[in-house]
């Protein structure tokens, strides 16, 4: 039988520490936090706040970082590619950055979206993840309905197709901040 978790790769040394915790530092200070959302095809979801307790910032090209973590992010999808060679990325959406205060949390979902977070290139085929701190306790992502759980580490990262076999959760953070950064690979 085919174990799904075999399509999620985990990357120890996505990003060295020092970056992570200068990423960190930096967006924590500077960033125009936005509270998060869930979005449908047709704008917000009322329900956002029963789905997400985050605040976000989407770091772009020519921000601060941005190509130290392209450089990460290129090389964990190639990585990826080289095992799964069907996919053919063509884009990679905008770096969001997501902070979870104590308290915060995203509920169980899918990342196979067309029109969200100002992204319209159509569905992503992967979604990559890097890690920036691991000095708070709770915060576990939780893919496959529990099959997977990655160790939390600072600088490590994971890649995983963007598809309904692939929903994942980020548990309560019960004390600290916890940092993550995302894109969706087009």
């Not at 190509?67 to 996919?87: A, G, N, P, Q, T």
């Not at 950055?97 to 949390?105: A, Q, R």
């Not at 992204?119 to 085929?125: I, M």
């Not at 691991?134 to 600072?154: A, T």
Request: proline share 4%.
């Amino acid at each position: 039988m085919l174990d799904i978790t075999n399509y999620i790769k985990h990357f120890p040394n996505a990003l060295n520490k020092s970056t992570a915790q200068l990423v960190v530092d930096h967006y924590y200070k500077n960033a125009p936090w936005r509270k998060s959302s869930f979005a449908t095809n047709t704008g917000l979801s009322p329900e956002s706040s029963k789905k997400v307790l985050m605040n976000e910032y989407w770091i772009k090209k020519g921000d601060m970082y941005y190509d130290d973590l392209k450089k990460s992010f290129r090389h964990m999808v190639i990585e990826y590619c080289k095992i799964h060679s069907k996919i053919i990325p063509e884009r990679f959406t905008d770096f969001r950055l997501n902070h979870y205060s104590e308290g915060g949390f995203m509920k169980n979902h899918i990342d196979n979206i067309h029109h969200s977070h100002g992204q319209k290139f159509g569905y992503p085929h992967i979604t990559a993840l890097m890690f920036l701190n691991d000095n708070y306790e709770g915060g576990e992502i939780v893919l496959c309905d529990g099959n997977y759980k990655p160790q939390k580490k600072q600088g490590s990262g994971i890649v995983f197709p963007s598809n309904f076999m692939f929903p994942h959760e980020v548990k309560k953070v019960t004390k600290g901040h916890r940092y993550s950064l995302m894109t969706w690979i087009l």
